[in-house]
Every structure is written in C-alpha cells, then in structure tokens.
C-alpha cells in the first residue's frame, strides 16, 4: 500500500521569496516520486521525479527536490518564486509497474 | 518528454445524451491509460485503468456502465459517459505511462458540462 501526504493545502509566497511544498509518502516497497503542477482548466505537468537515483533531483522552472528515506519526505523548493509558479502542486507516488497515488495538492500564490 | 493529445477539451451536452472522450498517446505506445475525475480544487480522483486489448479495471465505486472505457489500440483509450446528468458534470483527465515505473504524461483534460 502507499499514500501521499501534503502538508498545507495552501501555500501563500513574496515573489523572489524561496517556495517550500511538503509531501511526506509511506510505500511498502522502494517508491518512485513525482512532483506535478497544474494550471488552471489544464491536465497535469510533471516538474520533477525521483527513480532511486540521486537523492537530490532537479526539475524545470528552477524546482528540485530532495528524497530523504530517513524522514519519508520528497519536498519540493525553489529558491526564488516567480509570479508565474502560482498554480496547483501534487505530490504522487508509484511503485514499479503499479498505479499512482497522488496527494490532495497544494495550491501555492505568489504575492507580488 | 511523451505528449498525450485529449479530445475534447470543453463539451456541453443535454442531460440523457452520451458523450464521448478521446485520449491518444502521440509517440508512444501506452499499453495501460488511466482516467481519472478531478473536482473543483480537490486531487485527482481514479476512476479504472483501462488495458490495451482486454476490459478496463474499474476502481470501487465507479459505475462501469456509466463510464464504458475502450482501448482499442496502444494510442488510443476512450471514455464514454452514458446517459450522463448534471451529477457527472466534471473534469476528466487521462494520462499514460512509457515506463515501468509509474510517471504519467497527461492529457489536457476535457471539462463536461451537463445541462
């Protein structure tokens, strides 16, 4: 069984301020992790994954995440917040050849 | 990275009609597709898992009569949603996968509006 928690469903941010989405996941077996975003009235774009590679993981538009077993988290960060991250954030987790668990997102603004 | 087209990406239709969406995987094969319903401001919710060549997997609660799901080829996977109402009105989004293990390109999403 695997789940994904997102903690804080909504996330406000200064632009240029650093951006900091938390995901914590719980997998019976090794995971496979995935940071998506969504626009509004629009499908789902996958920022960045994990696939037990290196632990820290770069994505597009500056996001990257960090894999910690020890903690079960896979957070998301971006150094600087654009007005343009403003969107929808879901966490989800897979194992090899199984279906997807996603969280319940987290929608984050970006004050100008 | 692979592309998924949806089809439509907005339709209304009368209560009691049927309505058909269209999801292909454009340069790949996509042996297993998925659906799944998306409320306002709430996380994707899987309705079935649809195989190609053989019945889709329904996730509980989903009625199978309701969304008949079609994967005739390894491109394309079909919703249809039967006799639908008001309640149904949602968005749908599909997505497939390329790799074993687990990431998902999606579709556009299609936003069914039932009067």
């Known amino acids: 069984a695997q789940s994904v928690t997102q903690l804080g469903s909504h996330v406000s941010v200064s632009e240029g301020a650093l951006v900091l989405l938390r995901c914590n996941y719980s997998?019976?077996?090794?995971?496979?992790l995935f940071w998506y975003v969504q626009y509004p009235n629009q499908g789902l774009q996958l920022l960045l994954k994990?696939?037990?590679?290196?632990?820290l993981v770069k994505g597009i538009n500056g996001f990257e995440a960090e894999f910690k077993k020890s903690e079960t988290s896979f957070h998301l960060t971006k150094p600087s917040a654009h007005m343009s991250d403003a969107a929808e954030y879901f966490c989800?987790?897979?194992?090899?050849?199984?279906?997807?668990?996603f969280g319940d997102g987290t929608t984050l603004t970006v004050k100008p | 990275g692979a592309v998924v087209s949806q089809h439509p990406s907005r339709v209304i239709c009368k209560s009691g009609t049927s309505v058909k969406i269209e999801c292909r995987s454009l340069?790949?094969?996509?042996?297993?597709m998925f659906w799944y319903r998306q409320f306002p401001k709430q996380s994707l919710m899987l309705m079935a898992t649809?195989?190609?060549?053989?019945?889709?997997?329904?996730e509980q609660g989903v009625e199978k009569d309701k969304f008949l799901i079609n994967h005739a080829s390894l491109t394309l996977s079909t919703l249809t949603v039967t006799s639908a109402h008001p309640e149904d009105s949602s968005f749908y989004i599909c997505?497939?996968?390329?790799?074993?293990?687990?990431?998902?390109?999606f579709g556009e999403g299609s936003r069914l509006t039932v009067l």
């Open positions: 997505s497939a996968s390329d790799r074993g293990y687990g990431e998902l390109f």
């Open positions: 997998s019976s077996v090794p995971p496979y």
């Open positions: 994990y696939t037990s590679a290196a632990t």
């Open positions: 989800a987790v897979s194992t090899l050849g199984g279906k997807s668990t």
């Open positions: 340069d790949f094969q996509a042996t297993t």
């Open positions: 649809s195989n190609e060549g053989s019945k889709a997997t329904y």
